[in-house]
């Protein structure tokens, strides 16, 4: 990291579903920023540990972290090792989410519960465990990545939609409780944007491709990387409890 301008200086972040896409961006993001990274996945270790290696190589400090976000004594446990080997928590981002496709008459209720329990559960319990710490250091800053999806309507992702939008809903309720902490909760919506799809989130939804973005083009992850950064970092300092929508004008709250 050659940039002497680190605002994040000194900050632990812990990043979830980061080995790749928008996550490794984010990660990459906030360590060019200054802060020392967790790097976690759910099952793809090389993944992790490529990215922590990237940091590294870049100068930053980093740590790749195999937990499932779901699991409640896994996440403890990342946490707990975080805490031991830096000192604290400061930022905590949200990202890691499953994206499936199927009809509604189609879809079980493991399938469902698959879905909620990564978006959902896993933001509440990566949330439970490091706000201690945030409130510990006199404060910190959570975001949550939802989506455009659940704002204008998708078919075949009701599980999607119903996560993402309770995300909402928790962010904005955790900010009320903890702003007096000096504990800051947003969430970032993206629209279509550039990543490799896993075989599991099926093709790109009809209505969502360039021709139906008013920008005209797909996002990329470094414009949601760097929404992110925006908000956990100083700039960021009077933003609490909104949802920040990044999609081209996808979708304008109409």
């Keep these: ?49 490529a990215v922590a290696a990237e940091i590294r190589d870049s100068g930053g400090e980093a740590m790749a972290c195999l937990a499932d976000v ?39 209720f493991a399938e469902w519960r698959e879905i909620m329990s990564v978006a959902l559960d896993g933001a509440f319990l990566l949330s439970r465990q490091v706000v201690p710490h945030m409130m510990a250091r006199g404060g910190g800053a959570i975001v949550g990545l939802s989506g455009v999806s659940h704002h204008i309507g998708m078919a075949n992702r009701v599980h999607v939609n119903a996560s993402k939008s309770g995300l909402e809903g928790f962010v904005r309720g955790l900010a009320l409780e903890l702003a007096s902490h000096g504990i800051r909760v947003n969430a970032v919506s993206p629209g279509s ?53 990044v999609n081209g004008g996808k979708f304008l709250g109409k």
């Design 70 to 108: 779901s699991d409640e004594a896994a996440v403890a446990e990342m946490i707990d090792t975080t805490v031991k080997r830096y000192g604290g928590v400061d930022i905590a981002v949200s990202n890691a989410g499953l994206r499936r496709q199927t009809p509604f008459q189609e879809m079980s």
């Design 1 to 49: 990291m050659t940039t002497t301008h680190q605002p994040l200086a000194g900050q632990v972040a812990v990043v979830t579903g980061a080995g790749k896409n928008i996550g490794r961006a984010i990660a990459h993001a906030l360590a060019a920023d200054g802060a020392t990274i967790v790097v976690n996945g759910r099952s793809d270790q090389a993944a992790i540990d």
């Design 193 to 245: 944007i550039d990543t490799v799809r896993g075989a599991a989130a099926g093709a790109l939804p009809g209505n969502m491709g360039a021709a139906d973005i008013p920008l005209g083009r797909q996002g990329s992850v470094e414009e949601i990387a760097d929404t992110v950064r925006f908000l956990v970092g100083p700039s960021g300092g009077y933003i609490t409890g909104q949802t920040i929508h």
